[in-house]
């Protein structure tokens, strides 16, 4: 892959997207996905599904609802949260949810600061707005898990 | 396949004639569909598709407006992706070809098409291995 773009440009998937709310900090890469990527992977995708193509740490087929996913990163020590406040001691991630479809998952690295990867494109470091309201929906389902000390 | 479209409410309507665009380039009336087959076709190249040119039309559409998805069942519903399946064994040595230049989600195509499935369980997910099972599984039955 190896190819790297300086900004996403604003498109119906990304409506809310601008050079000021959004930096491009990989290059493109099929390996993993968003949801590997909330997870700590970048060598295999994660998705919850009944087709064999993804890694899912549950072994039954499961939906892509904000259920599955929330039971999937409770085995990685996540427990649902109420908000995105920063606290310097919680990991936290967010699930962008489509009319009860998960459609993307993002990591907190500070106060409105998140990091995503884009489906088979970068991993961009952004505010939670800049990938709203687009094809990956609205920011919903919050989780955290103590860091490691 | 033809590529084409009709434009409704053409500059001077008392013709009352829709114009048919193919591929932005020709134009025709449309009291002449036989005219615009044949113009369609030569606007692909004058003559049948080769599968390997079919499927990199598929392909280049399927990943311009997927390229953002994570939902593997969403790439997969995508229509060109049902197009894919839908040339059936004949798009065999295309993804295997395909995957030959970069892994890419076909593995759900080619399991359709060849009610095969080299990858093992615990591969799920890795696209470099799957990838890798795939080509090799293709290379014993020479498709490539």
Redesign the interface.
Known sequence: ?GRRRKQIKKCA??PKINKKNHTVTSDQD??Y????FAAGET?????P?S??????PIALPQP?TPDAFIKAFQTLGYAVCADDSYDPALQKIVFYVVFG?????AIQLGPNKWAS?????EDIQHKKIAISEG??GVPTVYMARRKAS | MLNARYVESPPDESTRNRIVQVRGHRAVSRTAPLLLTIRASFADGGGEETPDAEFRRYERKWKRETCYMSSLSDKYLHPSYADIIGMGQKAIGPILRSLQREPNDWFYALRHITKANPVLPQDAGDMRVMTQRWLKWGAQRGYI
């Open positions: 892959m998937d990304f099929r390996a996905n968003c949801i590997a060598h295999r995708k994660w998705w599904a087709h064999p193509d993804a890694y899912w892509d479809h998960v459609k993307h998952a990867k884009l489906g088979d494109c094809s990956y």
